[in-house]
Structure formats: structure tokens, C-alpha cells
């Protein structure tokens, strides 16, 4: 149980196009999903925390504007990336929190590798 | 101040040897939670294990273990027999409170290399 999805799982776009990334739980209910961020041989790094009908709240230093956080429904939250650049290339994972019982789990989707040309 | 370190950055190991991955955290909370994951070259963060932080009993499943000690604020995880597919990168992190709703605070990560 627990799983959570990502699509697309690679994205290669141009220079200054937006890509928009979904995140769904597909068997349970999760009142709030975290975007992540990973660079080569890092750390995951919280980009925003999401919770369904309201609006996400951005980490400091994360720009609001070019990283679109929509949390729509209890199984679907978006990131998009608008007007993506080279420096936006990463790879971006999202995590889902279980509504009721072992809510303090975060479990993961299988990420996103962008890379922006 | 780093709240969950990991300090081994890679370690190698041969094939069916144990190794002990450390993680020391740190909190003042009295109620707080401790994740271990894995995620392998494919990039997928897999769950291992969760303990909270009144839950002290160290957990054996099949080859993996976990020593949790307030004590020292450590909560280290050892492999047994070590596998070529353990071969990953494992991630330490700490959720604070008793309403988890809370963001994880992940180590930096430790490199595990198996060789065969």
C-alpha cells in the first residue's frame, strides 16, 4: 500500500518552456504532499509543502512564481515549472502524507529528472 | 545547525560483510519520529523504517536492524550479509512533533557500495 506516482518520469525540454509535473497517491487518501528537490550526489532539499484547497506554502528561497504548486484534489498535486532554464535541471520528487493513521510517514514517488536544453 | 547528520559520506563493502550505517540527530522536541530510506541508482525513495521517540525497542527485519539510543541521539541501521542490491544511498530524517504534518529533515546520506 502507500504508492505514489509521478509522471512523466523524464522531462527534456527547451530553454523557456514550462513543464508541469504530477504527483498522485493512488491508494490512500494524503491531505498533504511535499516537493523535493535532489541534485547529484545530494541531499533532498523541501522546495514546499502542499495541502489540498489551499494554498502551498514555498520554502525559504524558492521562488513562488516559477515553481506553480497546485494540490487539487486528496490523490493529485502539480508543480510546474514555468519558463524553465539549464539551472532549473534536477531531479524532483514528491512525497505523500497518509490522512488518519501513520500520518507522520512520508512516502515517496519515483521522481522526475528535468533537464532544460 | 544540521539536524540529522550523517557523517560516512560512501561506504564500500564486500559482499556478505555487515556494515553499520550512523545517524545522529538533533531536536528538542520530546515527541519526534526517525525515518531510514533507501534509494538505489533508479532514484525511488523506499521506505525502511519509522520509529518514534518513545519507542526505544531496537527492530530486527530479516537482514536489517536498527539500534535507536536517546542516550546519544543516534539511531543507526545495520545490514548483515550485505548484498550487491543493497547497493544505494541511504537516507536519515527526523520529523518533529506530534503532528507530523511536519517537513522531514533528511541526512546528507550515506553511499553504500556492495561489491561482489
Known amino acids: 500500500g502507500a504508492v505514489v506516482s509521478q509522471h512523466p518520469s523524464w522531462v527534456i525540454c527547451k530553454s523557456g518552456t514550462s513543464v508541469k509535473i504530477e504527483c498522485r497517491s493512488l491508494?490512500?487518501?494524503?491531505?498533504?504532499m511535499f516537493w523535493y528537490r535532489q541534485f547529484p550526489k545530494q541531499s533532498l532539499m523541501l522546495m514546499a509543502t502542499?495541502?489540498?484547497?489551499?494554498?502551498?506554502?514555498?520554502e525559504q528561497g524558492v521562488e513562488k512564481d516559477k515553481f506553480l504548486i497546485n494540490h487539487a484534489s486528496l490523490t493529485l498535486s502539480t508543480l510546474t515549472v514555468t519558463s524553465a532554464h539549464p539551472e532549473d535541471s534536477s531531479f524532483y520528487i514528491c512525497?505523500?502524507?497518509?490522512?488518519?493513521?501513520?500520518?507522520?510517514?512520508?512516502?515517496f514517488g519515483p521522481g522526475t529528472r528535468l533537464l532544460v536544453l | 545547525a544540521q539536524k540529522v547528520t550523517q557523517a560516512q559520506t560512501e561506504i564500500s563493502v564486500v559482499e556478505k560483510e555487515d556494515v553499520t550505517l550512523d545517524c545522529v540527530y538533533e531536536?528538542?522536541?520530546?515527541?519526534?519520529?526517525l525515518f531510514w530510506y533507501k534509494q538505489p541508482p533508479s532514484g525511488e525513495l523506499v521506505f525502511l523504517i519509522r520509529?518514534?521517540?518513545?519507542?526505544?525497542q531496537n527492530e530486527i527485519s530479516g537482514r536489517y536492524s536498527w539500534n535507536f539510543q536517546k542516550s546519544t541521539s543516534s539511531f543507526n541501521f545495520t545490514i548483515t550479509a550485505s548484498q550487491v542490491v543493497d547497493s544505494a544511498v541511504y537516507f536519515c530524517?527526523?520529523?518533529?512533533?506530534?503532528?507530523?504534518?511536519?517537513?522531514?529533515?533528511f541526512g546528507t546520506g550515506t553511499s553504500l557500495t556492495v561489491i561482489p
Open positions: 530524517a527526523l520529523s518533529e512533533g506530534r503532528d507530523t504534518g511536519n517537513q522531514f529533515y
Open positions: 520509529r518514534n521517540s518513545f519507542d526505544e
Open positions: 512525497s505523500a502524507r497518509l490522512r488518519g493513521v501513520r500520518r507522520e510517514t512520508q512516502y
Open positions: 531536536t528538542r522536541d520530546t515527541t519526534y519520529y
Open positions: 502542499s495541502n489540498e484547497g489551499s494554498k502551498a506554502t514555498y
Open positions: 491508494d490512500f487518501q494524503a491531505t498533504t
